[in-house]
């Protein structure tokens, strides 16, 4: 935690006038001029100075990340959660690892019980429909020895949550029963384990942890909260509800049509899975009914207290976003209508205006230019003046220089290790050029920073000593009708790029796998065939985006490459249904 950064901060006089705004109950506030890490620490002590809830809102994946693991750092890891989500939400089925969808259950489960921190989410989470909050509230189930457990009440409320009945449990999210015995592996298990639950009678006689590789049991618990293994979670009252929705409008949809076989197609599909909403049988496409499963049409923003504090940074790239998210959707939603796979009229979302323009909450936008947003009428206009840290590169001579510079203005100057032992090396490195030892906290940002009102300066340890990197010419010829990127936040979901070895591709967003047991960010590229590349973030270098004629799509080619083969062994089976689809729907706009 940090702080002593956090108290310097709120000394600024900007910062009281913010919240002084807060307090008087101004319904909305500009912030102009707070980059980098300065705006997550303003963020931090508008928390700690108002002890209200925050709910920050970003443009995408990358930005939300950054935010959250500077305001983690400033504050502590239980007071501020990330809730990710895919840039499209009809995607987030098929790249969601357990980890994502674990993450964003605690999320709701915390949010709807009253959390009080600060939860930073893309704007692609904030318009996707949820379930009503209350659902969320009661959805868990608390088992402890010696109590009480009616089976069948349990079972129910376990398929409820989302758990699926199997012969045996080996991966997260199922369940088994034989006898008096259930086992069940929790996706957001305590220990990284799955639970034996043993029965006498309705008694509880034994609660332990096992190893669903082995089977065996490691060690006996007193006790376990099982939470849900989906984030749509409904009783069966919603699901024969929703059923009933789908049948009427199946049949309204079917007496419009005249094309034989698209009735057929469309009756088919439908049907069956009508009959598993009846039957309460979750499946992978169970989401795009969540509008009739959960009509109230609830959002992030109802699971928020009313006294929240609703962040909005950079509107003008906020509503960019949300136009372009909006025709991702429509386009989407028209494509599985055509080939027979979904009802017209679905809505996985809200409209941009409910997010943007009818806030629920006091409003401060954030933007680093002072400009005028559209549909707002701040009633408080603040501008900060930081100024970025420049990097050392181990130069301490000239680290000295501004030290002394920033001593003799009266500047607090605060540095930041990111652990103890990196503390200690930058002790003796000061000591070693006779540098005063200005204050030294042990944490991390994203950049250091100036605020000369609050005569404050942050300086990181990466800034300190980080050297000067070398251009290196990398081999091979340029390509044509490509231009290079240096973050894929200069990408929007459908332009088209390409990889240095495998050529045109479609980009489909930002998305967390697990490769070997690691979880990472990856670039998703779509080609021809169906199959999806999967780029680290940190290999960004290999990709540029294609630039031609805007009146002609290029070709997308195929994927090839022994490179390829390791990583689609990995994640081919969670993409290649919706991979279809969409090639399908490019194929469709490139002949027409």
Not at 129 to 135: D, H, K, N, Y
Not at 174 to 199: C, H, K, N, Q
Request: proline share 4%; charged share 25%.
């Amino acid at each position: 935690m940090l702080q002593a950064l956090i108290k310097a901060f709120s000394k600024d006089t900007d910062f009281g006038s913010l919240t002084a705004g807060i307090e008087a109950g101004m319904k909305e506030q500009l912030v102009s001029g707070l980059s980098g890490s300065s705006r997550q620490i303003m963020l931090a002590a508008l928390h700690e100075q108002t002890q209200r809830p925050l709910l920050v809102v970003t443009h995408n994946m990358f930005s939300a990340q950054k935010i959250a693991d500077d305001l983690q750092e400033a504050l502590s890891s239980n007071q501020v959660l990330l809730y990710p989500a895919n840039e499209l939400v009809a995607a987030e089925s098929a790249i969601s690892g357990p980890e994502t969808l674990s993450q964003r259950i605690d999320v709701l489960l915390k949010a709807s019980q009253g959390f009080r921190g600060i939860i930073v989410v893309p704007y692609s989470g904030v318009r996707k429909l949820l379930p009503a909050p209350e659902a969320m509230a009661g959805a868990g189930i608390q088992v402890q020895l010696g109590g009480t457990l009616r089976l069948e009440a349990f079972l129910t409320k376990m398929i409820e949550l989302g758990y699926e009945r199997v012969e045996r449990v080996e991966s997260r999210g199922e369940m088994s029963v034989r006898g008096g015995i259930i086992d069940f592996y929790p996706l957001m298990s305590p220990t990284g384990l799955a639970y034996r639950i043993e029965l006498f009678d309705e008694d509880v006689d034994s609660i332990r942890v096992f190893d669903p590789a082995d089977q065996r049991s490691v060690e006996q618990v007193k006790d376990i909260f099982i939470t849900p293994c989906k984030e749509l979670i409904a009783d069966a009252e919603r699901l024969e509800r929703a059923a009933e929705q789908v049948d009427r409008k199946l049949s309204a949809q079917l007496e419009k049509m005249t094309d034989r076989q698209a009735k057929s197609l469309l009756q088919g599909e439908i049907s069956r899975e009508m009959e598993m909403l009846r039957e309460h049988v979750y499946f992978a496409d169970i989401y795009k009914y969540i509008s009739l499963i959960y009509p109230e049409q609830k959002t992030l923003f109802d699971y928020m207290s009313e006294d929240t504090l609703l962040i909005l940074d950079e509107p003008a790239r906020l509503l960019e976003t949300a136009k372009q998210l909006e025709r991702d959707e429509a386009e989407w939603n028209l494509h599985l209508f055509q080939n027979g796979k979904s009802l017209p009229e679905l809505p996985l979302s809200v409209h941009s205006d409910k997010v943007l323009y009818h806030r629920p909450f006091q409003t401060l936008f954030l933007s680093i230019f002072l400009r005028q947003v559209p549909h707002t009428q701040p009633q408080n206009i603040l501008n900060f003046v930081t100024r970025g840290m420049q990097d050392f590169h181990g130069q301490m001579n000239v680290l000295k220089s501004e030290m002394e510079r920033w001593k003799k203005s009266g500047a607090e100057i605060i540095m930041l290790a990111s652990t103890a032992e990196r503390k200690d090396r930058m002790i003796r490195v000061l000591e070693d050029y006779s540098i005063p030892e200005p204050a030294i906290l042990q944490g991390n940002l994203q950049t250091g920073f100036e605020l000369p009102a609050a005569h404050l300066v942050v300086i990181t340890e990466g800034e300190m000593f980080s050297q000067k990197q070398r251009k290196v010419r990398k081999g091979g010829r340029s390509m044509d009708n490509a231009e290079r990127i240096k973050s894929y936040t200069e990408l929007k979901v459908g332009d088209y790029v390409v990889h240095q070895n495998h050529g045109i591709g479609k980009y489909m967003g930002i998305g967390t796998l697990e490769i070997n047991g690691i979880h990472k960010d990856y670039m998703h590229i779509l080609y021809a065939g169906g199959d999806k590349l999967s780029v680290p973030i940190d290999q960004i270098d290999l990709i540029q985006k294609y630039v031609g004629s805007e009146d002609k799509e290029p070709k997308v080619y195929k994927l090839g490459g022994n490179e390829w083969t390791r990583v689609k062994n990995k994640v081919r089976s969670s993409v290649e249904d919706i991979a279809d689809d969409l090639i399908k729907l490019y194929a469709e706009r490139q002949a027409t």
